[in-house]
């Protein structure tokens, strides 16, 4: 089906070559055929990797199949309580209505899961991903509006305020003025009490309770010559990180600190994301797509963040902006060295304004591809881009720069962004619009998950308005204090 598919993309793209009244239906079209490529892959690879990887092929296949239907709905809200090693948790994620509306910009939608003392309940782990400008909203039971709406009024931190009890989550994403949409986001609640191969089981009840050790995780991917390696790291990032603590977990973390663990976890799962994706597209040269990646863990008062590229993590600390992560790019006199001492250049592009980009030295090519096109990216770091990985002259790496903070009752929100933000917004720009969003929020009685929601979606709306060009995606994490 997919060759099929890809037959009739390349006769309507081929079409639209010529000169016709009709050229943006054929392009309309063409870009429905891909848009079905790519679910039709992204769909194979889910199911190549789950048999790879999980014992249970026949549940997994399942899980992949449900959540290929969805994968391309809004943006994703989750909302976390931290409890205390003594307790027992239940993470409840029943729909009770949802209402449905079509936005033309942006996506902006949000489903929830509260934790509740119980006795003995299973953990729930749930992940969205975002890449359509369709909109919806997942509103949960009248008890569990309650619960939320008690943790949401502890986001406001105070001078008394000493632990860390809640954390809400939400994403806000739009296409912006390019032709398509390569932004992908995930949100997850990860324990490591879970066995390695329930990790994969994601939207699935996991059989342990996760006593005192449940993460929130979060992470936005900017993808660049497609979307298909956003899509794969999106769906697996946080996966692999569960499984790397789950082992963390059964070895006594040898002696090292929960938080060590974190980050070497991070490190692992960026590095291993990368190889199996390249595993899987082994042989499919119609793929040569790329990411960034960002991603936060919260667990009590640690924050790990790792990045590879230049989508960015920032923290409100006070009334400071502080970023946490750095930028992989040719401008970086560090990144620039490596690059060069990899066999790569450095060039720049011939649009007027245009940044720094990498490419491949043709002088470390083979005679046969010296002449030929080579890609050029603005990125020095960032999965997949295998064209550029070259055994003996690895200009693009996967090595993402890993982070870690002690939080604080001053800390009071978390922003994740895309380039498609930071290209307009400075640091502080972002985190004063965020938390103006988000008081407004606390202002109209709204609280938690919904405050977090407004501050995702200021932030996107005013990356639109300042102009920016490229793909948007702000995820917002707020923290509530007690």
């Not at 390695?196 to 660049?224: C, K, P, R, T």
């Not at 919904?450 to 639109?464: D, F, G, K, L, R």
Request: aromatic residues 4%; negative net charge.
């Amino acid at each position: 089906m997919s060759l099929v598919i890809v037959e009739q993309a390349i006769a309507a793209a081929r079409s639209c070559l010529a000169p016709s009244s009709t050229r943006l239906q054929q392009l309309q079209h063409a870009s429905s055929l891909v848009e079905q490529l790519h679910k039709a892959l992204l769909l194979e690879v889910e199911l190549e990797t789950a048999a790879r990887t999980c014992s249970h092929t026949t549940a997994s296949t399942q899980e992949s199949s449900s959540r290929s239907s969805s994968e391309t709905e809004g943006i994703g809200m989750l909302t976390l309580d931290l409890l205390s090693s003594s307790d027992v948790i239940d993470i409840v994620g029943q729909t009770d209505a949802i209402s449905c509306t079509s936005s033309s910009t942006a996506a902006v939608s949000s489903s929830h899961v509260d934790v509740q003392q119980q006795e003995a309940a299973p953990l729930k782990t749930c992940h969205r991903s975002s890449s359509s400008s369709s909109s919806w909203r997942m509103v949960g039971s009248p008890a569990e509006q309650h619960h939320k709406a008690a943790a949401g009024s502890s986001s406001s931190s105070s001078s008394s305020a000493t632990s860390l009890k809640s954390v809400f989550m939400a994403a806000s994403a739009a296409q912006g003025r390019k032709p398509y949409m390569e932004d992908r986001h995930s949100l997850a609640c990860l324990t490591p009490a879970a066995d390695a191969h329930q990790a994969a089981a994601v939207g699935d009840w996991i059989e342990g309770v996760g006593v005192g050790s449940q993460l929130a995780y979060a992470g936005v991917f900017d993808g660049h010559g497609g979307s298909m390696t956003a899509a794969y790291a999106a769906d697996s990032l946080h996966r692999l990180l569960q499984q790397h603590l789950h082992t963390a977990e059964l070895q006594g973390h040898q002696g090292l600190s929960f938080s060590d663990c974190c980050q070497s976890a991070v490190s692992k799962a960026f590095l291993k994301a990368d190889r199996e994706w390249g595993e899987v597209t082994r042989g499919r040269p119609f793929d040569g797509s790329g990411s960034t990646a960002v991603v936060a863990l919260v667990h009590k008062r640690n924050l790990v963040v790792g990045n590879a590229g230049d989508s960015v993590a920032v923290l409100a600390r006070g009334g400071a902006a502080l970023r946490l992560t750095e930028l992989h790019r040719p401008d970086s006199e560090p990144e620039a060295e490596r690059v060069l001492a990899a066999g790569g250049m450095l060039c720049q592009g011939k649009a007027a304004g245009s940044c720094l980009r990498v490419k491949q030295n043709p002088a470390t090519l083979p005679a046969g591809e010296r002449y030929a096109r080579q890609p050029m990216l603005a990125v020095t770091r960032a999965l997949g881009d295998y064209k550029m990985k070259r055994p003996s002259f690895p200009i693009i790496c996967p090595d993402p720069f890993v982070a870690q903070a002690s939080l604080n009752p001053a800390d009071r929100l978390l922003l994740l962004a895309s380039d498609g933000v930071t290209d307009v917004l400075t640091d502080d720009a972002m985190l004063e619009v965020a938390l103006a969003a988000a008081e407004q929020a606390h202002a109209r009685g709204e609280e938690g998950q919904e405050a977090a929601a407004a501050a995702a979606a200021a932030v996107q709306a005013a990356a639109i308005e300042a102009g920016t060009y490229d793909n948007v995606t702000a995820l917002a994490m707020l923290l509530g204090w007690e």
